[in-house]
């Protein structure tokens, strides 16, 4: 039974729920509901730049998703993390602030979007930021939303950009502004050396607020519907089912694999799959349809020397630096170990950037040492190449009739569009490669992981060949199965049939959809 009433209600306190709790309540009149699955964001990790690492090695704060078996990934089931925290994956994500490609904001405006083109969002992106490089036409200088450039000091960072200017590719002062093709430094949304996450931004100074109510550790089990509109939700809080009105709104803002469940949950899905897992449809839509991913894989090679990072995680420096940036906002703790991204397009005929480099400059399975009785690990550095416009399409289905139960995420990644294309592209980019000569001195070619598909030696460009014969030298035979590490961009479902570019699902009122490019 319907206990209270409120104007809108928001489901997940994410990137976008904590923005709309933010927008809403500014209107004093509105009462907002904001109900999250998730804790409170009171953990030092989530707040000091570098407890990243622990965060995303714990999977602490995350949901703990993984995708079924890839079939063209030698049947590997991936991490598909979500945070399940005030913040929701703002307060676990890397922090990288990339806005995206003006060319694909303008293709999604010229495909119907309306609204959507860069010059639409533009506004919005200067008046969400303060960046610490100051205002200007394409930056804000006000907003919530802190961004930085990255404050690495690692010399290996000029160096690639040397790399890159040698081999000819452009560099860019900054991807966030007229021009994003080129080697940058990289950006972090991070202010005064603590995240800025959506629910710092965003959310704390709305919650001062008396017209918005927030309830943590409440799963919402569905939407309720009347007839084809939405009245309400159900959830379960410490559990007892619950139900809330909305005379207004509801926001469903559950992330790209939560907004799906909550929406097929209530049965607002395709009927057929419905169905199936004994639900009883009432709008037969292709939720959870067209899933796709910008799949990644880190290319990790040894460092000859050991880096500045490499050095500040001997455990009693380290700890020092955690607690002088959990106190202070200052020290190596604010600083994450990246400093460059590159977007380039691997073909001249191409309109934009088709991948995405990420560098950094230390080792991925870097530890805290102490001499004597904890040796450290070799240094190493790492480069993620990320197919940006994969074409590989996917979808997200029930498990069950049970919002308990994880989805079943299924990518689909495609053998034409697979990493080995991708890496093959990344290692023939002279700039990316330990053989260019600015970068000769701080690495040895002896890649760290191996490349693991039999595919990768066809597609290899000549200059990759003296990489890839070490690599398979020093892993004979059974490079294909080494432990390579795959990574994903968390993207969502595209499916313009369900859902207009109001956000609105089709065939449904009251109701709105704002995850993170759901339809
Ligand atoms: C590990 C990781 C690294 C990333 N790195 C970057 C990066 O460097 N740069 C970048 O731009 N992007 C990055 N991203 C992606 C970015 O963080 C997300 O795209 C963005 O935060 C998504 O916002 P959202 O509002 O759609 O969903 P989320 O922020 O995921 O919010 C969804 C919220 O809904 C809640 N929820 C879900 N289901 C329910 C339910 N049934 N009941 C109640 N609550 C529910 C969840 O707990 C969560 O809090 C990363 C993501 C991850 C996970």
Redesign the pocket.
């Known amino acids: 039974m319907i206990t209270n009433t409120y104007d809108y209600i928001i ?7 904590c923005v709309l709790a933010n927008r809403l309540t500014e209107d004093e009149a509105a009462q907002v509901l904001l ?4 804790g409170r964001d009171w953990h030092p990790y989530i707040h000091v730049p570098l407890g990243m690492g622990k965060l ?1 090695e714990r999977r602490m704060f ?2 703990g998703f993984m995708t079924e078996p890839e079939a063209n990934l030698n049947g590997r089931c991936i991490e598909a ?10 307060s ?7 806005r995206g490609n003006r060319g694909d904001f303008d293709r999604w405006a010229q495909k119907g979007a309306t609204g959507w083109s860069y010059a639409d969002v533009l506004p919005y992106f200067k008046r969400c930021e303060t960046f610490a490089g100051g205002a200007n036409v394409w930056r804000g200088g006000s907003g919530p939303l802190g961004t930085e450039f990255a404050k690495t000091t690692d010399p290996l960072y000029p160096a690639w950009i040397e790399a890159a200017k040698a081999a000819g590719i452009a560099t860019t002062a900054d991807y966030n502004a007229a021009c994003q093709e080129g080697f940058g430094r990289s950006q972090y949304t991070i202010r005064n050396g603590r995240r800025s996450s ?1 629910a710092s931004a965003f959310l704390k100074p709305a919650m001062r607020r008396p017209n918005l109510k927030v309830e943590t550790r ?4 569905r939407v309720i519907l009347r007839e084809t509109s939405a009245a309400g939700i159900e ?1 379960i809080k410490n559990g007892c089912v619950l139900q809330a009105g909305a005379a207004r709104e509801v926001i469903v ?4 694999f ?1 907004t799906p ?2 929406l097929m949950l209530s049965g607002i899905g395709p009927a057929a799959h419905l169905h199936k897992v004994g639900i009883n449809p009432v709008i037969d839509l292709p939720v959870g349809r067209n899933l796709q991913d910008h799949l990644a894989v880190f290319l990790s090679f040894a460092r000859s020397q050991p880096g500045p990072f490499h050095r500040q995680m001997r455990f009693d420096r380290m700890a020092f630096g955690m607690i002088r940036a959990w106190l202070f906002g200052i020290g190596p703790g604010t600083v994450v170990p990246g400093g460059l991204h590159a977007f380039v397009k691997t073909r001249p005929e191409i309109a934009v950037p088709d991948i995405e480099f990420m560098f950094r400059g230390v080792a991925t399975d870097v530890h805290l040492w102490f001499p004597v009785i904890r040796p450290p690990r070799p240094d190493g550095f790492a480069i993620r190449p990320t197919l940006l416009h994969p074409d590989s399409r996917g979808e997200i289905l029930l498990r069950s009739n049970d ?1 308990h139960d994880p989805m079943l995420i299924v990518y689909n990644f495609s053998q034409r569009q697979t990493i080995c294309r991708s890496c093959a592209r990344a290692s023939g980019l002279p700039a990316t490669s330990p053989i260019s000569s600015p970068l000769i001195g701080f690495g040895v070619l002896r890649p760290r992981q191996a490349p693991r598909t039999r595919a990768m030696p066809k597609l290899m460009p000549t200059s990759a060949k003296p990489l890839l014969r070490h690599t398979i030298q020093r892993q004979p035979a059974r490079w294909e199965q080494a432990p390579m590490r795959y990574w994903t ?4 479902c595209e499916a313009p049939s369900a859902c207009a570019s109001s956000m609105r699902p089709r065939c449904l009122t009251s109701s709105r959809v ?3 490019p759901q339809f």
């Open positions: 489901i997940g306190a994410g990137s976008a729920g109900v999250e699955a998730g995303h995350d949901w993390s979500r945070g399940k925290v005030l913040g929701g994956s703002s676990i994500n890397v922090m990288a602030y990339t959506a409440a799963l919402v089990t959830y803002s559950g992330g790209a939560g469940q909550i919002a961009h968390r993207c969502g704002t995850s993170t």
